[in-house]
């Protein structure tokens, strides 16, 4: 099994930001890749970014340019740095770990952001 822990989250105003982070353990094979993923009420869960093991990093387009997504010193650890948040960011943000053909979730924060 994998589990992931979520630290982070909260409210803030528009302009402010915000720092994620998310631990994973367990059985964690040396490939694998790790991010966020978002949902806000009544619309399609997004990309927010990830990060692969090789450090090849994907943005989701909302994000690009105010987020930044990088490996913590701690092994199996991401970081979220949010920068400029604004409301449309506003959604429950849920941590995920990929390898081979298994994807491992986290619990989900949240994450609201007032004008």
């Known amino acids: 099994q994998v589990q992931l822990v979520e630290a982070g989250g909260g409210s803030v105003q528009a302009g402010g930001s915000m720092r994620l982070l998310c631990q994973a353990s367990g059985d964690i094979y040396s490939i694998h890749v790790m991010g966020w993923y978002r949902r806000a009420p009544q619309k399609q869960r997004e990309l927010v970014a990830v990060i692969s093991t090789a450090e090849n990093i994907n943005y989701g387009v909302p994000v690009q340019g105010r987020f930044t997504i990088s490996r913590a010193d701690a092994k199996y650890t991401v970081n979220l740095q949010m920068d400029n948040l604004q409301p449309d960011d506003t959604a429950v943000y849920y941590c995920?770990?990929?390898?081979?053909?298994?994807?491992?979730w986290g619990p989900g924060t949240q994450v609201t952001v007032s004008s």
């Open positions: 995920i770990l990929i390898q081979q053909r298994n994807n491992f």
